[in-house]
């Protein structure tokens, strides 16, 4: 009986545990809302971006721009409810953003 009550609470805080991890695009999106506080449109139209999962490429190597290293490129298109948005591009370096673009859909 002790034994199953110690993996329903094991698994529960695993459950937890991977609900609370965010995915390296959304990280992305929120390191792009933080970098473009100072044009309100900008973080507007982020705020209600939704990442398209179908879209996202995640390219993983081990280099660096400059002298900054870098492991990771990350590409999503995003879209709000009412229209496609466009695409964000990302740099990343262990699961961290350090560079954000955003590249708006032309229609």
Do not use: W
């Not at 609470?9 to 965010?22: E, H, N």
């Not at 900008?42 to 081990?62: W, Y």
């Not at 695409?87 to 699961?95: A, E, P, R």
């Amino acid at each position: 009986m002790k034994a199953i009550k110690l993996f329903l609470m094991i698994g529960a805080l695993s459950c937890s545990a991977g609900a609370m991890a965010t995915s390296v695009e959304q990280s992305c999106l929120n390191y792009g809302q933080k970098v473009m506080k100072e044009n309100p449109d900008m973080v507007s139209l982020l705020g209600q971006a939704k990442i398209d999962p179908s879209s996202v490429i995640t390219e993983r190597f081990d280099g660096k721009v400059g002298k900054q290293p870098v492991s990771t490129v990350v590409t999503a298109k995003i879209n709000s409810a009412q229209e496609k948005l466009g695409t964000i591009f990302c740099l990343v370096n262990n699961d961290s953003p350090l560079y954000f673009h955003y590249i708006a859909v032309e229609e």
